[in-house]
């Protein structure tokens, strides 16, 4: 071997070295998820077995994040990729249906719900916040175990099956305390106003009714123009609303403004609806998402 060949092949050698020290290579399964709400759940399935990449960052918005050119070209050499589906991440739907057509697994946890529609007088869509319904959650658990354990090789079966089973008993948990919860609230009091339209399948699982949403529409990307506002200020006088609830991943401006233009004395409540927090923010995992929001609805509307 000449001189610059050994040269170039120490170089070659070093470089990994360099790597494997700092934890850059990983021999496991990949499995992306492009919600952080979704990556808990992964995460709480496979355990260590797989190398989980969560797309979207804590305390984004599902709906307009983005991705950096090197989580795009991840998503193309997963395992299997893991979305919300039902229309929510609308700034990423060209890089799943490029990761599809490069054929990598692709599984979303919509098709596994039962869909819930939102409506208003002009306009109507599909819901895709399956998660704030913890019997939902139960058959996205159920959808997301069955897709691991057939698409992503090296994960073993048993221990699958176990921390799934140990997971639903933990959601299923969840869902009878929030209804013994909710319990406290009475039947008047049972309106939900939002920023826009996130708690449908919470209303229909618990027995609320959604009186409007500040963007009327099922994203926050849509605008509310002022007779929407006048409309949904006039449901609220109507109705009694107290309280209005916003995303703690949007800011409340609009939310402000609909509770003065109301002209009552309403509330707004920051609500952890559609992402997760940093450590110590209180909505670290999915269940402690949902715990708090309970508790933060339950004494708004009592």
Known sequence: MSRVGRALAGLLVAAGAVAGCDGTTDDRPLVVVTTD?????????????????????????PHSFEVSAQEAARMREADLLVANGLGLEEGLAAHVEAARGDGVPVVEAGAAVDPVEWTTEDDAGTDPHFWTDPQQMLAVVDALSAEIAEQVDGVDPGRLAADTASYRSRVAELDTWMADRFEQVPADRRDLV?????????????????????????????????????????????????????????????????????????????????????????????????????????????
Not at 37 to 61: K, S, W
Not at 272 to 287: D, I, K, M, R, V
């Open 37 to 61: 709400v979704l990556g808990d759940v992964v995460g709480e399935l496979v355990g260590d077995q797989a190398e989980v990449l969560v797309l979207m960052p804590r305390g984004a918005d």
């Open 194 to 302: 939002t920023n826009h339209h996130v708690f449908g399948y919470l209303a229909e699982r618990f027995g609320f009714t959604v009186i409007g949403a500040v963007v009327p529409s099922g994203s926050t990307l849509a605008s509310p123009s002022a007779s929407d506002l006048e409309e949904l200020a006039a449901a609220i006088r109507e109705a009694g609303v107290r309280t209005v609830f916003a995303d703690t991943a949007q800011p409340d401006r609009l939310v402000q403004v609909l509770a003065d233009q109301a002209g009552v004395d309403v509330s707004v409540v920051p609500l952890f609806t559609e992402s997760l927090t940093e450590e110590g923010g209180g909505a670290e995992t999915y269940l402690q998402m949902m715990r708090a929001n309970t508790e933060d609805i339950v004494a708004g509307l009592r």
